[in-house]
């Protein structure tokens, strides 16, 4: 366990400049920065692998890349943008970053594990996509790496898979203690918990579930790598193994990893949208107790990623009942979002329009995955493009919009400089079209009878396949905006203030970019971080 | 001007009571314990996965002909015996720590350690006694992955409580004043001991 | 006021409602149905989507709404309305959710039922035997990893559907299609990258599914080395084949004609290729097919 030292954070000892930002920095604020940079880099690796998905299905037979490859690509794009992309950015970026803000305090409570989990993540991401020249072979058997074919295809590269993604769980358990221990127990004096902006609840509740159910995917690999490695029969059938075990374990972390993936970026999203409609974030209440309940929930659905598995009817019944519920807790914090529109004063700026976006994405999504949590629905569609469209809506309509909301939102405390507006703007709309024409077509091939992980189809499908790889190359150009965006900024941006959007929550009540130990003098109690709208409309001047 | 300013809440915003600097040791103190006990709690799902895959192996998947669950049970039983004897002699050293007397912490942590190691010997002789391998049947690995990997836990502990004894000399690291150290080293030789308490009912009783 | 706006609300929703209806009334995304079990799922979709529908379409009309109506305008500076919640309100749409999510959970456990999802799978397991992979040995698979294990624990059926019968009872249409009739067995073997038929009554193998009209068939399917899947979109259907795991799949088919058989688990390189054929003959022709490919020492 690393022990906080308080002389370490003392700035003389640190390097400045930009140098700072590849060092083994113990400043909360640098490591959210180097979090947010290296796993933007890592979305830039897994966009190109899917590129190369995208490219091979434009055609129905199997031309463009060797069909090893393409299961290789298909297996690293999975892995490097659940484990390298999202999670480290929706949890470890804005988590370090803003955290400490939220809870009043000088930084996390443990720097130094702080520094250590980020620095496992370059190595383990390195390691993961240089699985091909260490291995000779990357990982062939998807993301999910289900046993028997997992012991079958090439094994260094799949236990190159194991090592890195074993790495990132523990950089992720570790991004989790430190969260909850700086949520509960850092907190600034006379500081309430339920005054805390959003997103320190929805960080504890990701956090819950980071502690509870990484480790049980540590586990599991540890036993296929076993296998793989000494021979065991865990998951061998030839053994006397049970593959299905596998699954139960897997889809035990897996199924909380998607709302690792996506609790914090309602909690983003909560902190978006009342600064720029200017009203309070509406039943703060009950988006407290509908996170706790995603929690409880979420630990207790996994098998409805198993339907076909050759589960018993009475396991495919709960997880049915079990799956559906979920949808209450997360109507909920969509209708109180919508409630906090209602009536405020919205300003459509880049960081709204993407959280508006998410809205959208995100309840198609969940209607998807409602109809998905029916096992006789779920019968006919498990593992066909269908799901691929669910989680995509979710994942990147969900998740990757709100970092982008996010980036557009808290950029000028980053950096003290507003980014465009107008190429914000384009950026958006390149990435709201082109991701729903990527993705929309691919619930109706999935519907009439394409599996998803092929290299070939049916030629049937060749218009929607084509239309879709139309739809993910608007994506890939909706990224130069962006970069654009960052490189116009850096040379003549417009300064932004200390708070260009008038926010509450106490990182704007500092100077941005803030010093290093976030407060010039002592922290601000800060017990309203909604409080907006209380100087009447009509009273202005 | 009606937007609300953020100066404007200089009602909510008082002054810190204590200077933040002492505040802030005084919170580390009590948040190290903490986060160690949140690490435990996810390395303890660790485990409850494992304990998990062996159960259901064990509920669905027959061993072949000729293979059984038995095990000798007498090792077994002076090895648990000897690992909660040992959490008590921690917890004896802790006390003596606490109450400023390092030479007895540090014969209390000597006779800890030296139960880890006869229970890690234990474990040894049990392995080589054993009439299964690791890869003989699904039980043979899932009881070898088990123990194996609670052992690695006890050597850790161990190692911990190496460690810890040096810093408790005088001058030290760990001494009354600052007893996390030990006590943290304490928290996780208690768990370690309450995870095979679980292995042991489970594999050697069950 | 106050009635105007309840009104509207009302108007509004009942047209909302109606749409979703409309929609997914009208909607026809999916294949054409050819088993008992597809019509049950089409009205099952046809009720998701409308509901699906109406969701999306509320949502989208309530945000679009807002947008416009309480937008910014240049140069304004005014707050909005210091509302922090509405208790009623946010149980009001808690409840609503709550009710519609139990709806659709009985209304597709009723779908599975009257598949036969609920029926006991032991039921189709009593005389199965463990199938003789001896004959053939299409697999590259290292045969050191992967040997005779497999069919240690065959007479265990893990998963599936057991039985149409509860919905063949219910259609009534064709006399043929009566609980009466025994299903006809076929073994479904998959490795990579083939599926093999094996009709154990006539001792008939084929690399494509042969089945008659209106008459139940049960799958017993086993893998030979790694998890693949047996999906035919027209009916529906699908189950994991799992080395290790024999599950079971019952199904009748409902309209003549040929589908694809498609491999929906990822089980290596050529995953993408490996489908083949299911043929619906009408029972005449389905006895032709089975007299011509019997084998002469059987016959
Ligand atoms: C409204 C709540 C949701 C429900 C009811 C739901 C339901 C489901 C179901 C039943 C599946 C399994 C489909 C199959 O493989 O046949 C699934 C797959 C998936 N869902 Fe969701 N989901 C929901 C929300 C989410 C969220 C919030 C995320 C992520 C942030 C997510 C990400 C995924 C992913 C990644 C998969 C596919 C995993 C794979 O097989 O590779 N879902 N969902
Ligand atoms: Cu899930
Ligand atoms: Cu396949």
Known sequence: MTVADPSALQPGLQPRGWLRYFSFSLDHKVIGLQYLVCGFFFYLVGGALAGVIRTELVSPIADFVSRDTYNEVLTLHGTVMIFLWIVPVVNGAFGNYLIPFYVGARDMAFPRLNAVAFWMIPPAGLLLIS??????????????????????????????????????????????????????????????????????????GTSLLVVLSTPVLAGVLILLSFDIIAHTGFFNPALGGNVVVYQHLFWFYSHPAVYIMVLPAFGLVSEILPVHARKPLFGYTTMVYSIMGIVFLGLIVWAHHMFTSGTPPWMRLFFTIATSFIAV?????????????????????????????????????????????????????????????????????????????ALYHWYPKFTGRLLNEDLGRLHFLLTFIGFNLCFLPQHWLGLNGMPRRVAEYDPAFTTLNQLSSVGA????????????????????????????????????????????????????????????????????R | MTTTNPSDLRSQTQPDEATPSAHAEHQHHDARLFG??????????????????????????????GSTYELELVLPSINTVLLLVSSFTFHRAGRACLADRPQACQGWLAVTAGLGIAFLAGQMVEYFSLPFGL???????????????????????????????????????????????????????????????????????? | MQIRTAITAALATTALVGTGLLVGSQVSLLPVAASTNAPPYDSLFRVLFSIGTILFLGILIVLAYSLIRFRRRPGELAEGLPIEGNLPLEIVWTAIPAVVILFV????????????????????????????????????????????????????????????????????????????????????????????FHYPDNDITSGELHVPLGQPVQLRMQARDVIHAFWVPEFRLKQDVIPGQPTVLSLTATRAGTYPVICAELCGPYHGGMRTSVVVHEPDDYLAWVTQNTPATTA
């Open chain 1, 329 to 405: 807790p997360t109507g909920i914090k969509f209708f109180n979002w919508l409630a906090t529109l209602w009536g405020g004063k919205i300003a459509l700026n880049s960081a709204m329009l993407f959280s508006c976006g998410f809205i959208l994405n995100f309840v198609f999504g969940g209607i998807t995955g409602i109809t998905l949590a029916q096992v006789p629905f779920d019968i006919h569609v498990h593992d066909t493009y269908y799901v691929v469209g669910h989680f995509h809506y979710i994942v990147y309509g969900g998740t990757v919009f709100v970092i982008f909301a």
């Open chain 2, 135 to 206: 890869t003989d049947n699904l039980f043979a690995s899932t009881f070898y992955a088990l123990t194996g990997f609670h052992g690695l836990h006890v050597t850790l502990g161990v190692i911990c409580i190496a460690v810890v004894t040096l810093q408790s000399r005088r001058g030290g690291a760990v001494s009354a004043s600052s007893p996390f150290g030990l006590e943290a080293a304490e928290l996780y030789w208690h768990f370690v001991d309450g995870i095979w308490v679980v292995l042991y009912a489970l594999l050697y009783l069950l």
């Open chain 1, 131 to 204: 699985s091909y020249l260490l291995a000779g072979a990357a990982a062939q058997s998807g993301w999910t790496a289900y046993p028997p074919l997992s012991l079958t295809t090439p094994a260094a590269g799949q236990v190159v898979w194991i090592l890195s993604v074993l790495l990132l769980g523990g950089s992720s358990i570790f991004g989790a203690v430190n969260f909850i221990a700086t949520v509960l127990k850092l907190r600034r004096p006379g500081l309430k918990m339920m005054q805390l902006p959003m997103y320190c609840w929805a960080m504890l």
């Open chain 1, 473 to 540: 190359l608007i994506m890939a150009i909706s990224t130069l905006p962006l970069l654009l965006n960052v490189v116009v900024t850096a040379l003549r941006g417009q300064s932004a203030g200390d708070n260009p959007w008038n926010a509450l929550t106490p990182e704007w009540l500092t100077s941005s970019p803030p010093p290093v130990e976030n407060w010039h003098g002592e922290a601000p109690l800060v017990t309203e971080p909604y409080g907006y709208g209380h100087t009447p409309a009509e009273s202005g």
């Open chain 2, 36 to 65: 160690l006990a949140t690490f435990l709690v996810a390395d303890g799902m660790t485990f409850a996965g494992f304990f998990a895959a062996y159960l259901t192996f064990r509920a669905v998947n027959p061993l072949p002909e």
């Open chain 3, 105 to 196: 959970g009985i209304y597709s456990y009723d779908i599975y039922d009257r598949m036969g999802g609920m029926a006991s799978l032991d039921h189709g397991a009593m005389q199965h035997q463990a199938m003789d992979h001896g004959s053939m040995n299409p697999t590259q698979m290292d045969p050191t990893q992967l040997a005779d294990g497999i069919e240690a624990s065959a007479e265990r059926i893990w998963g599936g559907i057991g039985s149409t019968q509860a919905y063949v009872d219910q259609t009534g249409d064709g006399s043929e299609a009566s609980a009466a009739v025994p299903p006809l067995p076929v073994e479904v073997t998959a490795m990579q990258f083939a599926f093999i």
